[in-house]
């Protein structure tokens, strides 16, 4: 049974960079049959899909258009885990942050971590 | 605005039933992507309910269920309980954005 555990500051300076980390049990993050992800939650975009990391012989990942000049999420083999950074944030950036996993074969996300409320302010 | 339209908010009694909507286009649901339902009780992270249009994970009530048609998804609750009571999201895959995409939110309310 895959388990996720997010770590990370729940608050970030504007024009910083926002990190979290999501620890995985039960499965590796250099798995062939799944991608691993990162799901935002806020009352103004509702829940948004950020982008994924994944192995298939090699490492390939993926970023949604509204972030991607900004994001990059990396896979640590030493530590099962991947990260999320996300540079030159802003308040609208302020959002419940959730990793996800999401099967090759699959449509959906499931396991989600428990979530992290990062908050934008000076 | 997001791309999958669900209702704000639905409500029932106890033991009674509710449908929630989930209305798409032809680059989403419509294209023939699956709708997949998650249940988010007040601060917990979504959890997955229905995956397929109407598939239930082990350990999800068969008082959930789901079905398709066209470019819109539903998801039916009978018998509600008052656990029950939260935030329901469909989500499908859109070939026009290239992205996942997630319905508003629809939020129950078990009188």
């Known amino acids: 049974q895959v388990q996720l555990h997010q770590s990370g500051p729940g608050l970030v300076k504007p024009s910083q960079t926002l990190s979290l980390t999501c620890t995985i049990s039960?499965?590796?993050?250099?798995?062939?049959?799944?991608?691993w992800n990162w799901i935002r939650q806020s009352p103004s975009r509702g829940l948004e899909w950020l982008g994924r990391t994944y192995y298939r012989s090699q490492w390939y990942d993926d970023y949604a258009v509204s972030v991607k000049d900004r994001i990059s999420i990396i896979p640590d083999t030493s530590k099962n885990h991947f990260s999320l950074q996300l540079n030159s944030v802003t308040p609208e950036d302020t959002a419940l942050y959730y990793c996800a996993m999401y099967g090759a074969s699959s449509n959906w996300f499931d396991p989600w971590g428990q979530g992290t409320l990062v908050i934008v302010s000076s | 605005q997001s791309v999958l339209t669900q209702p704000p908010s639905v409500s029932g009694a106890p033991g009674q039933r509710v449908t929630i909507s989930c209305t798409g286009s032809?680059?989403?649901?419509?294209?023939?992507?699956?709708a997949q339902w998650y249940q988010q009780l007040p601060g917990t992270a979504p959890k997955l309910l229905i995956y397929d249009n109407s598939n239930r994970p082990s350990g999800v009530p068969d008082r959930f269920s789901g079905s398709k048609s066209g470019t819109s998804a539903s998801l039916a609750i009978t018998g509600l309980q008052a656990e029950d009571e939260g935030d329901y999201y469909c989500?499908?895959?859109?070939?026009?954005?290239?992205?996942?995409?997630f319905g508003g939110g629809t939020k129950l309310t078990v009188l």
């Open positions: 032809s680059s989403n649901i419509g294209a023939g992507h699956d």
């Open positions: 989500q499908s895959f859109d070939s026009s954005l290239t992205t996942w995409v």
């Open positions: 039960g499965d590796s993050v250099s798995s062939n049959s799944a991608t």
